[in-house]
């Protein structure tokens, strides 16, 4: 489907198979982005942004290999598992100290999975548990692109808001993946070793990637030359969007395509890399989004471990079946209502206090101990 926006030519892919030869067979010559008027007056922008960048450049490429080397290569993501698990029990123990009381998961999420990334890039907390950017954060967004923490947070948030709606409106399913996970751990203390090894969790998280695809039409890409796809000519620099939302819940493609079901991921080969080009929540080709697999193990960590450590109910005891799943459409589509549930620590089968809280608690006093023995040499 074409259609023309002003004097903008835009083209609309929304079958597996055109959308191959956009992101596949001539996946360089509509590698480009259009940078948004607003941005054209700023100088450097280009080269300091990887998903702005109007071509794949030079400094395209140094950029990715930047972000590949801190965040998302697999040894980055091995050495930065301390981090996404301090700052998820730090949400943890938050929601503990907090029990009983109305949480607004979606912030608290966001703060969360930010700090994650602005602590793998920086070292640093640039938010508050409520979401709420401290001095930190102004002066760090120098050297911190927007893109990375905002963007790819945001994207996170929403997977890990549709996750616990879903998984909060069936029931079976919830008891399903907690029994799991507890399984795993067996009395020890929960990790994202443990966490890999659940499948029909994994499933679940591909599923919401399918049914709540948060970036629906990707981001918009560019013909950087005139190029002929199935007989049509597609001129230079029109915009090309990739309507991966339609695609994944083509009944064509999908069984029962509109409800959830991850069972459909368990025997299935059908992964969050690209190559099935009737599911692509990160993309495909050159733009595909670099940060695919630490989004899969942060959503992992953080909505595994509110499960494994909590109970959960809605404000004024509400049915969960009831959860609406309205949504709002800006660039991404997340839920149009904040989600706020009620966390209940859970009492688990062991008997003993759960081997998180003893970490936390010595953690906790260990830094304490650091702190004052500072204060004391400083006197
Ligand atoms: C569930 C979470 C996420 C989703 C659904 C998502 C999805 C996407 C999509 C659809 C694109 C555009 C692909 C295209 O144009 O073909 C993209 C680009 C990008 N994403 Fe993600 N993303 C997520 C998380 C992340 C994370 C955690 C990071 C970084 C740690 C990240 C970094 C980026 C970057 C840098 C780009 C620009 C790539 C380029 O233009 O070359 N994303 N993402």
Redesign the pocket.
Known sequence: MSFQLGDQLMVVASSPDIAKEF?KTHDRIFSG?HLPSVYHNLPGIMDSS??L?PDCSKS?KLL?SI?QNC??SSKAMESNAWIRKEKVMDLVNHLRTNEGQVANLEDMMFATLANI?STALTSRNLFDIHGQAGDEYKMMMALVNE??LI??TD??TI?TVWLIVELMRNQEMFTKVRDEITQAVEGDELNETLLSQCNYFQACIKET?RLHV??PM??P?RAIETCKVNNYVIPKDSMVL?NAWAIARDPNYWEDATSFKPERFLDSKIGYRGTHFKYL?????L??????G??FK??QMLVGSLLHYFDWSLPNGADPTTIDTNEKYFTTLKKEKPLLLIPKLRKLNTGKRCGFFEWYDDKACVDEQRKLSRFVEKT
């Open positions: 992101c982005r990887i998903v960048s395209w990715r972000g965040v998302f990334i893109e990375l963007g790819a994207s996170t997977t990637l948060p970036a990707l981001v890409h990739v929540p990160f993309g495909t080709g733009r595909m989004c670099p940060g695919s630490v989004a942060n959503i």
